[in-house]
């Protein structure tokens, strides 16, 4: 079943949550955050939920502003944007630690949501998480189309239509980077990726890595995985990994 918030400007963002009444009342609760253009009902995130709900544990779904069942225009949609919308869900809706898991852009958030969160964080698990995505996803004459503010347009392997990138979105996000620095969080990450992703090279994975303060990081390489790692096998894993992280936690 489909909630809504209400935003302090009174736009609604969908969300689904999974109180988990058998996991205790400090059990960490699930957060998924899904990459550009996407919303709660892929098949990662219903995996994830349905799994989530079957074993008693606390879930929370969400679709960004002008994504999904949610109010507003993808064209007004920033990563700090919607970082403030999960942020705003998360203090409403949830007691207690959090376990943020992040795919592909959404792992970029999950990094921003993260250092907002401090000691409620108890635990990351990134699926080909794309930081810094602002940066090295887009061509010279691609940002300096932007730059002029202008709309990118690629071809979208996952679609009919065309995938934008909007001005407003990709200045935001230029801001946003966090490669460049240390990433002042501290506690247990998984970094997922496929090393047959076309979309986000699975380097960047092991830059994260090298970047977060923790030190107990762990990057899992899948040799034969693809940038949606959303195959049975592919999802079998991701749930083993967060049920790790909710064991640890």
């Known amino acids: 079943m489909t909630d809504f ?6 736009r ?20 998924f955050l899904p990459g550009y253009m996407s919303d709660m009902a892929g098949s990662k995130a219903t995996a994830l ?34 970082r403030d919308e999960v ?8 007691d207690g630690p959090v376990v943020l898991v992040g795919s592909s852009m959404g792992g970029w958030l999950m990094l921003l949501v993260g250092l907002a969160l401090g000691e409620r964080l108890v635990g990351m698990v990134g699926i080909a998480a794309a930081p810094d995505f602002s940066d090295w996803g887009y061509s010279a004459e691609q940002k300096a189309i932007l730059e002029a503010g202008r709309t990118v347009l690629e071809d979208n392997l996952y679609g009919p239509e065309p995938t934008p ?19 002042a969080i501290d506690c247990p990450v998984t970094l997922l990726h ?56």
């Open 49 to 82: 939920f349905d799994w989530a709900q079957a074993n008693g544990h606390a879930c929370l779904l969400l679709d960004y502003s002008g994504c999904g069942e949610s109010d507003g225009d993808f064209a007004d949609g920033t990563l700090s944007r919607w």
């Open 12 to 31: 609604r963002i969908a969300y689904r949550l999974a109180e988990g009444a058998a996991s205790g009342k400090h059990a960490p609760t699930i957060v």
């Open 194 to 249: 496929g090393q047959r992703d076309a979309d986000v090279p699975w380097e960047t994975s092991l830059r994260l890595a090298d970047r977060l303060d923790s030190a107990k990081v762990l990057v899992q390489l899948v040799k034969d995985g693809d940038h949606r790692l959303s195959r049975a096998e592919d999802v079998a894993r991701l749930l083993a990994i967060v049920g790790q992280h909710l064991l640890g936690a």
């Open 5 to 10: 918030f209400e935003m302090p400007d009174g």
């Open 165 to 183: 990138t909007y001005t407003t979105f990709w200045a935001d996000a230029q801001a946003q980077r966090l490669l460049g620095a240390p990433i």
């Open 87 to 94: 942020l705003a869900l998360i203090a409403a809706k949830l």
